[in-house]
């Protein structure tokens, strides 16, 4: 079976980790960055972890794993390097729950790919588990391309996209607009800051015109 993409909204979700080593720290800290309220359970966490502990960043249960710690968590993700804790853990996963097996993938309901993340774009690259590796590589070399500069030039459209979308001007001129600012010209942070200007004018002359009632 395939797997599908998905951009998942996980603000203030609970999010429970089982297990506190490199894996679990991987996952937390995408998790943080998606607004998520994470609980680690772990008797031991490693360094990166205790730091985002201690900052109070995530919430610790300092014990073994017990089958209530998942009753109402939205994701569960199993990342124990004990493999009896781990089936204890997905057995004690609610139906209508997300959950994600580090030490077997096929056993949980969703993945993480390999992930870049440049501003607003966001690229997430899959092999279906064939080769972790080589999502890495894959991520790594788009990298070069994707760098931060681009990052900036996918904010800008989000920007100007707004302003389009807020101004009188007809669909169809709208359509254009978004079209040409793929143009590689837009790349250049002068003719952005020109293109914001223009628009936000226009759109500030438009609102102005109709307070008028013009
Ligand atoms: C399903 C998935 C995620 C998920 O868990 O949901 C998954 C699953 C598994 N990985 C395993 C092993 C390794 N994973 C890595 C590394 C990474 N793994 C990542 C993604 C994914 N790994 C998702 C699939 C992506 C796809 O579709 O290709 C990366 C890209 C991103 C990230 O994790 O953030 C990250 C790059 C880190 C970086 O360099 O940035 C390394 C190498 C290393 O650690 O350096 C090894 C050891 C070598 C090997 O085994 O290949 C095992 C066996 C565990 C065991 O043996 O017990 C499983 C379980 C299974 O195969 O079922
Ligand atoms: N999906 C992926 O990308 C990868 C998955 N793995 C798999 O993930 C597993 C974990 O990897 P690491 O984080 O590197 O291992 P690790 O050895 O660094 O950490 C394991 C953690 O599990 C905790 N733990 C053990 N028994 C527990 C219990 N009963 N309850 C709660 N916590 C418990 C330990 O205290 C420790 O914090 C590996 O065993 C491997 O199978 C490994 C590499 C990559």
Known sequence: MALTPFMIDLVNKRVVIVGGGLVAERRMRCLLESGACVTVISPEIGEGIRALWEEGYVNWKQRHFEADDVADAFLIIVATNDPATNQTVIEAVPETSLVNVAADAEQGNIQFPAHLQQGKLSISIATNGASPMLAAKIRNRLATTYDRNYGDYVDFLYESR???????????????????????????????MAIINWLESLVKGEEHDERLGR
């Open 162 to 192: 707004q302003l389009i979308k807020r101004s009188l001007l007809t669909k169809q001129t709208q359509t254009l607009l978004l079209r040409e600012l793929l143009d590689e010209s837009f790349k250049n942070k002068q003719k952005q």
